[in-house]
């Protein structure tokens, strides 16, 4: 069975700075999708962005990109220019190519932004 | 084009009755999928629904159990609550049942049972 590990419970940033959420996971399968998602104190889980694992590139949504280690299995989440609206709770998720879409969560992370 | 909504918001209920949790999936969408997010923890998949079947199932109990309607929109029922079901409950639409499409979470219903 696939597993999602978020090692930071709680990160904090200054705004207008950088910071990097870490993710790794656990598969024997070699297709796969890989998401960071935001979920504010409104609940609803939104998808900051996504990776498919068959391409080497790493994806960037504007002020959001990822580093994507395939080898190593790790899945880091890049905020540049955090604004005050960033503060979530933030999850990996992981989703295999086949069978039911079915996503596999990490525990979380806080993100919280000191103006 | 309207998101996926979910009903009630919140409820109470007491160790060993029953509910109904409501899943209205986006329009266009054929499959829905719930997940049971415990407080301080990250959602866990209990099924998924895709042309009114059931298509894959996370490990829980059978007391879990679902529909899908004819319009796509899907019911999660809960037999015997226990106090351990009390969590945020998402569901999330998507089209087609596997593969590259992306899903659409609901706002969650919070149940809490006493």
């Known amino acids: 069975a696939q597993t999602v590990t978020q090692s930071q419970p709680e990160m904090s940033v200054q705004e207008a700075e950088t910071v990097t959420l870490s993710c790794t996971y656990d598969?024997?399968?070699?297709?796969?999708?890989l998401f960071w998602y935001k979920q504010p104190p409104s609940r609803q889980m939104i998808l900051v962005i996504r990776q498919e694992a068959y391409k080497q590139q790493n994806a960037t949504e504007n002020r959001f990109s990822v580093n994507f280690q395939k080898a190593a299995k790790s899945f880091s989440l890049k905020i540049s220019d955090s604004q005050l609206g960033d503060a979530a709770m933030y999850f990996c998720?992981?989703?295999?190519?086949?069978?039911?879409?079915?996503?596999?969560f990490g525990q979380g992370t806080r993100l919280t932004i000191n103006p | 084009e309207t998101g996926v909504t979910q009903s009630p918001t919140h409820l109470i209920k007491t160790r060993g009755q029953q509910v109904t949790l409501r899943c209205s999936s986006q329009s266009g969408h054929n499959t829905v999928s719930w997940y049971q997010q415990a407080l301080g923890q990250g959602p866990q998949f209990i099924f998924q629904?895709?042309?009114?079947?059931?298509?894959g199932r996370g490990n829980f109990p059978p007391r879990f159990s679902g529909l899908q309607f004819p319009n796509y929109s899907s019911e999660l029922n809960v037999n015997a609550l226990e106090l351990d079901d009390s969590a945020l409950y998402l569901c999330a639409s998507s089209l087609g049942g596997q593969g590259r499409e992306e899903q659409y979470f609901g706002p969650g219903t919070r149940l809490t049972v006493t």
């Open positions: 998720a992981y989703r295999s190519e086949l069978g039911a879409q079915k996503l596999v």
């Open positions: 629904y895709y042309r009114e079947e059931e298509n």
């Open positions: 598969t024997s399968e070699s297709d796969y999708y």
